[in-house]
């Protein structure tokens, strides 16, 4: 008996033995490649050697584990490096380990799908949290038992129980705060979605279509591989089958699908970019037709240029943006698969540049590198997008089964959200605390699913005079996923301040050195690392002297800007330990640097750059770290109305002005800053490009470019005159104007009723989808003009599209003629649609303008951009040719 204990013993020890010494990367070249890399990443990483390596020292650690932890070091970008530890690293492998083990799916996924899908933790630019182990633990039990498309399907479902779209700013919540809040933009549901499936051990990679073409806007989704292939989805929006999402059709019309891939990736899908740490992969055949783009870059002898940089560009916000940039072969050439539009292409080495549009029917384009900073051009040509196509339909009774769940899953989201602070609680709180009610109750209701984060400091806070101006100065998202200690580590002035006396000079004073927001970061608890880490000797210096800051950050922090390629902002306290940040981050840091010393500095909202407030005149002075800090000349562009512009131009939807930069230009953000007309700004003197454009109902734009110099101490003044886009009106199709609606109100009306003698709007919509939603933040932009106008709006949302739960109040903006209608049984859409003589299923919304006598003038289907714009035109239209 003694024996055989003894051999079990052995047994055991052997098969713990050969468990422990498992590869995790199992080719042996591979594995070489990776361990250098690794050794290459701890070199640069030395300065926080002790939070991130220490955990290699651990005596249980397997060869798996230890492998697994070498593959992230080696290729995690520089914001991973900066700011988290190698705990946290250990804990996301074993999580994904134990996924792998627990669900039967794990077994059948490949090496490289594995670990370039399911282990790596980041799917964007968002905050890192242990979303995998909660939404591990939540979701296991659910997909246990079923197969992978099903557990696919299911995964989505949970994730819209917990997360619906709404849109916000450019940051990307962690999933964890996405959960506590319920909802977010696009990214940030994407991100949310992908983190849930690799929470349960199945590969997924977020996708972008970084512009659509068609219209403005981007848009980001899932693709889940399952089974030995991928499959789309949209994200936290549910279909009752793979491969069906609202965006079915628009992305037929895509000119770029991509995703980034952590590490080194050896798959066959065509690559982007290709570097020793990422690569960018080209997506777009998964979903459209697609044409090879060809490009030949000679110099002004005909000769090719090799190293040119060559950016394919789309139109979108009235930019043209860069969905691939190639560097050219030695033959000068460079090529992209992409969509069957157009694409603007520009080219440059140096500051020599071309350009030239490229079509469908161009088999190669030549640029020719010979024009110049300082050339004066005006241009006008049409970017036409790719024709819209037909997309398969669900039937009728899957999409009616599915719309019940998705309303008992918006029941389960809506029943928590109630939870958040209402508003006779929250005057309470400010009554007990002596604070305001009015701010209290926006603050608290803004905060959502963080009100009691914010709740707590607003106690902790009640006398501090520049308590409400420091809220003020953050934006929405930090109120709802910064926690009260981080917003505790800034707000250290102004205990007995009264509010009430506080000067001009005491906000900016909050704005610009208190306040912890900066760019576009999360915000964490900087301060009081450097007031602990800087003499007091050296803060008084570079307060007399800010080029002392600027010195010390350019001596100190390496520049570089391939690394951080997930582009989340470093934090300031990790470009301190590491050494190292992209530009941004760089600036970001500089930013916080000053403000821990009480100087007064910010980024510049237009240029990105970092700035500090010159004492002596107090204007805001650019800081460069090349050089000394010195003003560079300036001059001034006025933007005008152009002449009997049917609306009126907004800059990023009609219009651009981008500055010319290391041989290309690049894009002012002024969006902000410009609400009207006449518009004055100060640039840099140099060189310029104003870009144009308006967009015809097909997707297609007519762009007017106007190249120029601005001198300095020189006054440009520009009109923007929307082009006229080669499009007219005529009838689409009639709808019988004695059509009697029956409205939400119980009141009965005929079409003929509802245009007072103007017209009609219709807008058929699903108000639980992403596109409908889209509707409802574009017509508030139209809204002044609606309401003059007179005319009808109804919204018309069928009955297999409404639940319990829909509350029209809840879209603000709209115009105060806007009436509702539940369309039973569709009968008004399809009327509609049978007037259109489409196959309409479940494509919403369907936007329609019918004129006094039922003619159809206008209409889109699906998701769009502009719409309310396009109605515009089409009424201004109307009336100016009678019809």
């Known amino acids: 008996m003694k024996r055989i204990s003894t051999f079990l013993l052995v047994i055991v020890f052997m098969f713990s033995a050969c468990s422990s010494d498992k590869h995790f990367l199992k080719d042996e070249e591979y594995r070489e490649q990776v361990h250098a890399q690794f050794l290459k990443r701890k070199k640069l990483a030395a300065g926080r050697s002790l939070e991130l390596f220490k955990v290699f020292d651990k005596p249980d650690l397997t060869m798996e584990q230890r492998e697994a932890l070498e593959f992230l070091y080696a290729y995690m970008p520089l914001s991973d490096l900066a700011d988290y530890d190698g705990n946290y690293f ?11 083990e627990y669900f039967d799916w794990g077994k059948t996924i490949p090496d490289d799908i594995f670990r370039h899908f399911v282990l790596v933790y980041r799917v964007n630019n968002e905050n890192l949290d242990t979303a995998r182990q909660v939404f591990f633990e939540e979701l296991k039990d659910r997909v246990k038992n079923l197969s992978m498309e099903q557990a696919v399907l299911e995964v989505n479902h949970w994730c819209h129980e917990k997360v619906t779209y709404r849109g916000t700013d450019g940051r990307t919540s962690s999933p964890l705060a996405l959960l506590r809040t319920s909802w977010g933009r696009c990214g940030e549901e994407s991100t949310f979605t992908t983190a849930a499936l690799r929470a349960v051990g199945i590969p997924a990679r977020q996708c972008y279509t970084p512009r659509w073409v068609h219209t403005d806007d981007n848009h980001a989704w899932v693709e889940a591989w399952v089974d030995g292939k991928w499959h789309y989805i949209g994200a936290c929006e549910p279909e009752a089958e793979l491969d069906v999402a609202w965006f079915s059709a628009p992305v037929k019309r895509a000119m770029m699908v991509h995703t980034n891939v952590f590490g080194l990736y050896n798959g066959p899908e065509e690559k982007n970019v290709q570097t020793e740490l990422y690569s960018v992969i080209n997506l777009l055949g998964n979903y459209t037709e697609t044409r090879n783009v060809k490009v030949k870059v000679v110099d002004e002898k005909g000769l090719p240029v090799e190293g040119a940089t060559v950016k394919f560009n789309v139109y979108n916000y009235a930019e043209f943006y860069p969905v691939a940039t190639i560097t050219t072969n030695t033959g000068g050439e460079a090529s992209i698969v992409s969509g069957m ?57 899957k999409i009616a089964e599915n719309a019940k769940r998705l309303a008992y899953e918006d029941s389960i989201r809506n029943a928590y959200m109630a939870t958040f602070i209402n508003e006779a609680d929250a005057r309470e709180f400010a009554k007990d605390n002596g604070l305001d009610s009015d701010k209290t109750w926006d603050l608290l209701f803004r905060s959502q699913g963080n009100w009691k984060e914010i709740s707590a400091f607003l106690a902790a806070q009640k006398d501090n005079g520049f308590l409400y101006p420091f809220m003020l100065s953050l934006k929405d998202k930090d109120l709802r996923d910064t926690p009260a200690g981080y917003l505790a580590d800034h707000l250290i002035e102004g205990d007995g301040v009264n509010f009430n006396a506080i000067t001009e000079r005491e906000i900016r004073y909050v704005q610009s050195v208190l306040s912890p927001r900066i760019a576009l970061e999360l915000i964490r608890p900087w301060r009081s690392f450097f007031k602990k880490n800087f003499s007091e000797d050296f803060i008084n210096k570079s307060r007399s002297d800010i080029q002392h800051v600027v010195n010390y950050v350019r001596d100190s922090i390496k520049l570089d800007d391939s690394q951080n390629y997930f582009k989340c902002p470093v934090s300031p306290q990790g470009v301190y330990e590491l050494k190292m940040a992209d530009s941004q981050s760089r600036n970001i840091f500089f930013v916080a640097f000053c403000r821990s010393m009480d100087i007064i500095s910010r980024i510049d909202p237009a240029t990105g750059r970092p700035q500090y407030l010159k004492a002596e005149t107090g204007t805001w002075t650019d800081v460069f770290f090349d050089k000394q800090v010195e003003e560079k000349p300036k001059g001034v562009v006025v933007f005008n109305n152009g002449k009997d512009n049917i609306v009126k131009p907004g800059y990023s939807t009609h219009y651009t002005l981008a500055r010319f930069d290391n041989g290309s230009f690049t894009t002012l953000d002024y969006e902000d800053q410009i609400k009207g007309f006449p518009a004055k700004v100060p640039v840099d003197a140099g060189y310029y490009r104003l870009i144009i454009g308006a967009r015809a109902n097909d997707g297609s734009v007519t762009v007017n470019t106007k190249y120029f110099s601005v001198k300095k101490n020189e006054t440009i003044s520009l009109d923007i005159k929307l082009p006229e886009v080669e499009t007219g009106i005529q009838v689409q199709g009639i709808v019988d104007p004695n059509t009697i609606i029956s409205l939400k109100d119980g009141s009965k009306k005929t079409i003929k009723e509802l245009t007072n003698k103007k017209g009609l709007v219709i807008c058929f919509a699903d108000p639980g989808k992403e596109p409908t939603k889209h509707i409802f ?61 489409i196959n309409f299923s479940d494509n919403f919304p369907l936007m329609i303008y019918l004129s006094t006598n039922g003619g159809i003038l206008y209409s889109s289907q699906g998701y769009k951009i502009g719409i309310g714009e396009e109605i515009v035109k089409t009424i201004e239209l109307e009336k100016s040719t009678g019809r």
């Open 90 to 100: 250990l804990g996301q492998v074993d999580a994904a380990f134990n996924a792998r």
């Open 341 to 397: 539009g157009d694409l603007f292409v520009w080219a440059n080495k140096g500051d020599l540049y071309g350009c030239i549009k490229s079509s469908p029917k161009d088999a190669e384009v030549l640029i020719n590198l010979q024009d110049k900073q300082g050339d004066s051009l005006e241009e006008t040509f049409v970017m036409q997008a790719p024709v819209e196509q037909t997309v398969k339909e669900l039937p009728a009774e």
């Open 777 to 837: 933040q574009d017509l508030p932009a139209v809204q002044q003009f609606l309401e003059s106008w007179e005319g009808g709006v109804l919204f018309a949302v069928p009955d297999d599209k409404l639940s319990s739960a829909f509350d029209p109040s809840v879209f603000k903006g709209l115009p105060k003629q806007s009436l509702w209608m539940a369309d039973d049984n569709r009968t008004l859409l399809n009327t509609v649609a049978g007037a259109l003589q």
